[in-house]
């Protein structure tokens, strides 16, 4: 357990550390992730001699299908071999790692290590944004993360000690959600003050999407538990009250940049209209690993861009690509098809299945409750934040998502293997009992 806490808590400051370093010791940590994943994985397996539990059996059965679409796409248009395995990597080292935290024996006793590392480090991270907020300049140059200074709305961007504003919005949402899900369940008013104050400081990074999942989590909560929509109404009219304008303003920029732009003018919008482009034309396959959209696409300049003009595109040209990797669904799209697609969701919508059911069992605690809900509502946040972000592969962020998940569906797995045991001693006790003597 301690390994793997470690292991998040470095990955949690692995920007922050390689931007002090130089370029190329940079440059091996930042694939530390990667080879955890591959050693942590070759170990599972063979400790648990290639055998698994039906659960884990099906999402196999989907990340498997996910690349062999991948893989038939890049083997189609003849991609090379070392962009199609760095591509294929990136894609589902996600679902790897949910895998690692599935294989670890979790359940509502062993869950408070986890909370309190996400806490501590959100209490951190809520302390240097008001540091940042009032001092960004000799904050940012102590740090070294003096490279962005977004502002919007006559404000600066809130990041923390993070390196972007959008990071530390994300974050700031997630230790929220849990506060939000200890609300809900526990009913302590402290925990309600405290996602309140998450998110208020999340909106610090005027980041559109960050509002965004707040309004979607609230929204499902409102419809799920009609008891708290007149509350959710009255403090979103305090919010516009006071934050009207700057809403605004941030929503009419998000539409000015991507929706009512010619999708030739935003890189963005070009990335979607051509990734579905490519999902029609290519079905049901795509253009391979490491072709669109992706790391690899940008690092490994795609000729996939030429081919439909996207290299005249600001921010995809391939001088300056900065906002090639600027979504997220149009590379797997692009790259896997609408089949590697599908499932590709397929494998969330899995996982919240299997969580939302075990929510609604009366036999799981009320802490093994806030943290399956709490898991339940970062699927939901991360799906909002992948219309603008490579969240799912892109570091810390896809850390904190799939072992949340992983820790819950193994939660799930321990809490069905319990009752199962449970039902067997039963019948063998009643078959005891029933026996002539």
Same mark, same amino acid.
């Given at each position: 357990?301690?390994?793997?806490?470690?292991?998040?808590?470095?990955?949690?400051?692995?920007?922050?550390?390689?931007?002090?370093?130089? &370029?190329?010791?940079?440059?091996?940590?930042?694939?530390?992730?990667?080879?955890?994943?591959?050693?942590? *994985?070759?170990?599972?397996?063979?400790?648990?001699?290639?055998?698994?539990?039906?659960?884990?059996?099906?999402?196999?059965?989907?990340?498997?299908?996910?690349?062999?679409?991948?893989? =038939?796409?890049?083997?189609?248009?003849?991609?090379?071999?070392?962009?199609?395995?760095?591509?294929?990597?990136?894609? *589902?080292?996600?679902?790897?790692?949910?895998?690692?935290?599935?294989?670890?024996?979790?359940?509502?006793? &062993?869950?408070?290590?986890?909370?309190?590392?996400?806490?501590?480090?959100?209490?951190?991270?809520?302390?240097?944004?008001?540091?940042?907020?009032?001092?960004?300049?000799?904050?940012?140059?102590?740090?070294?993360?003096?490279?962005?200074?977004?502002?919007?709305?006559?404000?600066?961007?809130?990041?923390?000690?993070?390196?972007?504003?959008?990071?530390?919005?994300?974050?700031?949402?997630? @230790?929220?959600?849990?506060?939000?899900? +200890?609300?809900?369940?526990?009913?302590?008013?402290?925990?309600?003050?405290?996602?309140?104050?998450?998110?208020?400081?999340?909106? =610090?990074?005027?980041? /559109?999407?960050? =509002?965004?999942?707040?309004?979607?989590?609230?929204?499902?909560?409102?419809?799920?538990?009609?008891?708290?929509?007149?509350?959710?109404?009255?403090?979103?009219?305090?919010?516009?009250?006071?934050?009207?304008?700057?809403?605004?303003?941030?929503? =009419?920029?998000?539409?000015?940049?991507? *929706?009512?732009?010619?999708?030739?003018?935003?890189?963005?919008?070009?990335?979607?209209?051509?990734?579905?482009?490519?999902?029609?034309?290519? /079905?049901?396959?795509?253009?391979?690993?490491?072709?669109?959209?992706?790391? %690899?696409?940008? @690092?490994?300049?795609?000729?996939?861009?030429?081919?439909?003009?996207?290299?005249?595109?600001?921010?995809?040209? !391939?001088?300056? !690509?900065?906002?090639?990797?600027?979504?997220?669904?149009?590379?797997?799209?692009?790259?896997?098809?609408?089949?590697?697609?599908?499932?590709?969701?397929?494998?969330?919508?899995?996982? %919240?299945?299997?969580?939302?059911?075990?929510?609604?069992?009366?036999?799981?605690?009320?802490?093994?409750?806030?943290?399956?809900? /709490?898991?339940?509502?970062?699927? $939901?946040?991360?799906?909002?934040?992948?219309?603008?972000?490579?969240?799912?592969?892109?570091?810390?962020?896809?850390?904190? $998502?799939?072992?949340?998940?992983?820790?819950?569906?193994?939660?799930?797995? +321990?809490?069905?293997?319990?009752?199962?045991?449970?039902?067997?001693?039963?019948?063998?006790?009643?078959?005891?009992?029933?026996? !002539?003597?």
């Amino acid at each position: 357990m301690r390994c793997f806490l470690c292991f998040v808590l470095f990955m949690f400051a692995q920007d922050l550390i390689t931007i002090q370093l130089n &370029n190329t010791l940079g440059t091996y940590l930042s694939y530390v992730d990667e080879f955890f994943i591959i050693g942590s *994985i070759g170990i599972i397996m063979v400790r648990s001699n290639f055998k698994m539990k039906s659960s884990t059996l099906i999402l196999s059965l989907i990340t498997i299908g996910v690349l062999f679409f991948g893989l =038939l796409s890049s083997a189609i248009h003849h991609v090379p071999i070392s962009t199609t395995f760095t591509g294929g990597l990136l894609t *589902i080292k996600g679902f790897l790692l949910f895998f690692i935290f599935k294989n670890v024996s979790m359940n509502e006793n &062993n869950t408070g290590p986890w909370i309190r590392l996400f806490t501590i480090l959100g209490g951190l991270a809520a302390l240097c944004a008001l540091v940042d907020l009032l001092f960004h300049e000799q904050f940012r140059n102590l740090l070294h993360t003096n490279n962005l200074v977004d502002a919007r709305s006559n404000l600066v961007s809130v990041q923390s000690f993070f390196i972007h504003p959008g990071t530390y919005g994300w974050f700031m949402v997630f @230790v929220g959600l849990y506060y939000l899900a +200890n609300y809900l369940v526990q009913k302590h008013n402290k925990s309600l003050i405290y996602t309140v104050l998450f998110f208020l400081l999340a909106f =610090l990074s005027l980041r /559109f999407k960050v =509002l965004l999942t707040i309004v979607v989590i609230l929204l499902l909560v409102a419809m799920k538990r009609r008891i708290y929509s007149a509350a959710l109404v009255c403090v979103g009219i305090l919010v516009y009250l006071f934050f009207g304008d700057m809403i605004q303003n941030l929503t =009419l920029l998000t539409i000015d940049r991507y *929706i009512s732009v010619d999708y030739m003018d935003s890189a963005r919008k070009a990335l979607y209209h051509t990734g579905f482009t490519i999902g029609l034309q290519d /079905f049901p396959l795509g253009e391979g690993f490491g072709r669109f959209g992706s790391w %690899m696409a940008r @690092v490994d300049y795609s000729p996939v861009y030429y081919e439909y003009g996207l290299q005249s595109v600001y921010g995809l040209s !391939p001088d300056d !690509p900065k906002w090639a990797t600027d979504t997220y669904w149009p590379s797997i799209i692009g790259e896997v098809g609408i089949l590697g697609t599908i499932l590709f969701i397929s494998f969330f919508l899995y996982i %919240m299945r299997g969580i939302y059911v075990k929510l609604h069992d009366a036999s799981v605690s009320k802490n093994g409750k806030v943290f399956l809900l /709490f898991a339940l509502f970062i699927i $939901i946040q991360s799906l909002v934040e992948s219309l603008g972000e490579q969240i799912f592969n892109g570091s810390p962020q896809y850390i904190f $998502i799939f072992a949340v998940m992983g820790m819950a569906a193994s939660q799930v797995d +321990n809490v069905r293997s319990s009752h199962v045991s449970v039902q067997l001693y039963a019948q063998r006790k009643y078959a005891y009992d029933s026996s !002539p003597v």
